[in-house]
């Protein structure tokens, strides 16, 4: 069996139902948070999973990247947020971020170079830990992104926007990676497996919903629906010369040894 890993997050189990549904019996399944699943790729743990793109160019040697199950678009960036719309981001604020590996975190640096102290938490927990004062301010992902403002807290920055701004292109978020090893014999199966179950999730929502709610920190149906509507789109199914490009650019800048473009993907 080979081990398969996704985040509970809804657009993985959104895009991966029929195929875990199809494919059970072949697949150990495992649902981590991003990054989690980042650290396990780093240790080799994974034969397909879901990653941060800023990962990749770590384990680059090991994994290529899946075209299909990519989480990448415009208006789909991290979110900076704190307690006070007046809060200025200085060397000495507390920064909490959704873990080290993550695009969050790269996209933080980029634009935010003067943060110094920052600490790793479950991306869900970020805004309470604001609340608590454990932390000035946080980085968040995933279904706090829609669900922040309840908690009266305030956005200071759209991460995504400023990458946008600056590069005219999509933000790549995560991708799904293979072994380099198991390219030739699993590489074109998988991906169009996984074209397969997209299509069929999009066709059959609510029954694909009801497996969503079973692993999300957000279960109310709206969440849902604006998390799977925002990050599964288009470039799920194909990154095109656009995304690949954008991939590529967010790629080259994470890493300050030169990593090799010409090999990255799998297909």
Known sequence: MFNLAISPCPNDTFMFYKFIVDHQHYFRIHFSD??????????????ISKC?????????EHYALLPTGMAMGFGT??????????????????????????????????????VKHIQEFLFSSIPDEILKNTIDAGVIIHETRFTYEQKKLVKLEDLGSLWEQETKLP?????IVI????????????SEELAKSIHYAWSHMDRVLDFCRLHATEIEEQFLRQHIELYVNDFSLEPGEEGKKAVEYLISSVKKEAVSLSNIWAL
Not at 34 to 47: C, H, M, P, T
Not at 83 to 99: A, D, L, Q, Y
């Open 77 to 114: 960036g991290p979110l900076l947020i704190a307690k006070n719309p007046n809060f200025s981001i200085t060397e000495e604020t507390r920064m909490g971020i959704p873990g080290k590996y993550t695009t969050a975190y790269a996209l933080l640096r980029r634009y935010f170079p003067q």
């Open 179 to 190: 072994r380099r090893d198991l390219i030739t014999s699993h590489a074109k199966r998988w």
């Open 34 to 47: 991003i990054e989690e699943l980042n650290e396990g790729l780093l240790s080799k743990k994974f034969d």
């Open 171 to 175: 933000l790549p978020l995560g991708a």
């Open 52 to 60: 941060s793109v800023a990962l990749y160019p770590f384990i680059a």
